[in-house]
């Protein structure tokens, strides 16, 4: 008897890469080491117009991966949206998240949604379309506590979350407690990187510096906010960076500072506590606030540069301090584990 058949859905933009890749590799990697045969199926995604969204939707229905010539796929494993509209008779989806302008992001200024004068009528069609197709599912299941309240609170349906572990788990190791301030992502509006920038015009400490980790489209203007407000010698932009350098950064970091808005999951936190480093985020920041307890393993504060600053300022002058969160920071995460995805999301629905 061959070995069970696991296929993995995931929506991609091309030549874009990040947390959801990530994730994607990661599941497909550890359902392979549980001994099933995975295949991924990658299928882009495009959202503007707000048409291309609902063709998005179709294109993924379309799909019928239970007619596959290769013989009976025994499960369908749905990330983000619009994969769980993929119809399948043994589908469990693992929400990333949804489309959130038409829902969290709503009349906020991340919602894509503003310009186009048929907004709502998108936003009820998505709405239909996550009831319908996560009401398929055997099982739904969330990364997040705070993706699962979304679910709940916007389409009426229940979900557990499942927490799993960074990256290059295993090969996060602490370093010194430097004098600089490190902050990994995408440089989008959501991350809000330039809160941080423009914390450190206050950052008191002469000698602290902001590595920031990480492409995107704004990084030419996250540049020029940097000389505007005269810390340019105090801010580095390092781009992409290999997995060595990148461990290297976390290890030797003074603090982590990640202050997204309303954030699905947040893997820089757990990036930070298995460096052993405390981290400053902000209370407006989703998901990775579920890992931060004030005080103990970091500190969290409004999403204001002068609060930053503060903390910042707080973290880098006692590093006593920062070496006791950064250790509390390793204590809560040391138990998120792949077995656990694969024992909830994978095992109980492949027979």
């Not at 990661?26 to 359902?31: D, T, Y």
């Not at 609902?54 to 019928?64: A, F, I, M, Q």
């Not at 499960?75 to 043994?90: C, D, G, M, Q, R």
């Not at 302008?101 to 906020?108: C, N, R």
Request: hydrophobic fraction near 40%.
């Amino acid at each position: 008897m061959g070995k069970k058949k696991v296929l993995i859905c995931a929506a991609t933009v091309p030549f874009v890469s990040g947390g959801a890749e990530l994730l994607v590799q990661g599941l497909a990697r550890e359902v392979r080491s549980a001994g099933f045969n995975v295949e991924v199926v990658s299928i882009p995604y495009q959202w503007d117009p707000p048409l291309k969204i609902l063709e998005s939707c179709l294109v993924w229905r379309l799909l019928r991966p239970d007619e596959s010539p290769a013989g009976k796929i025994d499960l369908v494993v749905a990330t983000k949206f619009p994969t769980y509209s993929v119809e399948h008779p043994n589908k469990v989806a693992w929400v990333l998240h949804q489309h959130r302008s038409a829902y969290d992001l709503k009349d906020t200024i991340y919602d894509d949604f503003t310009r186009y004068k048929d907004a709502d009528e998108y936003r009820r069609a998505i709405r239909d379309i996550d009831r319908k197709f996560m009401g398929e599912c055997k099982s739904v299941f969330t990364i997040s506590k705070r993706v699962s309240g979304r679910i709940r609170d916007h389409c009426g349906i229940e979900s557990a979350p499942i927490y799993h572990p960074p990256p290059f788990d295993g090969g996060y190791h602490s370093g010194e407690y430097g004098d600089y301030v490190l902050v990994v992502g995408r440089l989008d509006p959501l991350k809000r990187v330039d809160l941080v920038i423009g914390a450190m015009k206050s950052v008191k400490s002469k000698r602290a510096g902001l590595k920031v980790v990480g492409h995107g489209f704004l990084r030419e203007s996250l540049e020029e906010l940097a000389s505007r407000e005269g810390v340019s010698d105090r801010v580095s932009f390092e781009g992409f960076v290999p997995e060595d350098e990148l461990l290297d950064l976390y290890a030797n970091a003074g603090c982590v500072v990640y202050v997204p808005f309303e954030e699905d999951y947040g893997y820089s936190i757990l990036e930070a506590f298995k460096s052993k480093k405390p981290v400053v985020v902000t209370d407006d920041s989703g998901g990775a606030l579920e890992f931060v307890t004030e005080g103990e393993n970091g500190i969290v504060v409004p999403a204001m540069p002068a609060d930053l600053a503060g903390a910042i300022d707080e973290l880098l002058s006692n590093k006593r301090k920062a070496k006791r969160m950064g250790n509390a920071g390793y204590e809560a995460v040391e138990g998120i584990s792949w077995k656990r995805v694969i024992d909830e999301l994978v095992i109980p629905f492949i027979g």
